[in-house]
């Protein structure tokens, strides 16, 4: 089992900046990868980004390619995500992502906001 804690997100105007934090633990060894899934009021969840933790390979929506950057932290077996020039279609509640083989698990969820 995998306990994933997020941080971070609120209500933010257009063009400011977050950042969101999650932490794991539990069984968080093997070539897995943590990341961060979104999901706006009325449609589908989406992925946003992800980074591998064996060699920090990283991937990014095309939308958000740019503005966020994820990153982590070894010791802390934390991920980031720096989210910049925030847009009011970033609003979504995004959730924390972890994936090791067939297993998958998710944070709460935090919400973020943009909006003037």
């Known amino acids: 089992q995998v306990q994933l804690v997020e941080s971070g997100g609120g209500l933010v105007q257009p063009g400011g900046s977050l950042r969101l934090s999650c932490a794991a633990s539990?069984?968080?060894?093997?070539?897995?990868?943590m990341g961060w899934f979104r999901q706006a009021p009325g449609k589908e969840r989406e992925d946003v980004a992800f980074i591998r933790w064996s060699d920090s390979t990283t991937y990014y929506r095309n939308t958000v390619k740019g503005r966020f950057t994820i990153s982590r932290d070894n010791a802390k077996n934390t991920v980031y995500l720096q989210m910049n020039s925030l847009r009011p279609e970033d609003t979504a509640v995004y959730y924390c992502?972890?994936?090791?083989?067939?297993?998958?698990?998710w944070g709460q969820g935090t919400q973020v906001t943009v909006s003037s």
């Open positions: 992502h972890f994936h090791l083989g067939p297993n998958t698990y």
């Open positions: 539990g069984r968080t060894f093997g070539d897995y990868t």
